[in-house]
């Protein structure tokens, strides 16, 4: 999509449509969100063309409105998490570093799979924490 040279001016309506046909395909939840979330990477826009994507959006028929709609919302509430959990690991890490020192690249690797409520029962127990080894046997218990 990125090479499709689109102009400016048709990017939203290029999304709105691609988004439309996707609603009326009926996928299963996951290739739907696959797709979608290609869609979305490569024709990222702008606040002008956000709202004219908005505007294409609201002439849809309410069905695949709603479908479209339920599709951006999942595209935000993705990004709230993905942002929160970044922001949080960031913290762990240096909490991390600053209780028990500098942890090996694999169990940087560890930490950084974990996912959010994971991540914030790890900011917990790091309190009690004065060795490497007891962030090792805390990520051992977690599996």
Excluded: H
């Excluded at 930490?111 to 051992?140: H, I, M, N, Y």
């Amino acid at each position: 999509m990125a090479k499709m040279n689109i102009a400016s001016q048709d990017r939203p309506r290029v999304k709105s449509e691609c988004l439309r046909l996707l609603a009326t395909l009926k996928l299963d939840p996951a290739r739907m969100q696959l797709i979608s979330g290609f869609i979305d990477t490569y024709l990222r826009l702008n606040a002008q063309e956000k709202e004219i994507f908005q505007a294409e959006i609201a002439q849809f028929e309410p069905t695949q409105q709603e479908v479209v709609m339920q599709i951006v919302t999942s595209w935000m509430e993705e990004g709230i998490e993905q942002g929160l959990q970044q922001g949080e690991l960031k913290i762990i890490q240096r909490l991390l570093t600053r209780r028990i020192g500098a942890i090996t690249p694999e169990l940087q690797e560890q930490v950084r799979g974990l996912p959010l409520t994971q991540l914030e029962d790890l900011a917990e127990a790091l309190l009690d924490f004065s060795s490497e080894a007891d962030l090792v046997a805390w990520l051992q218990q977690q599996l």
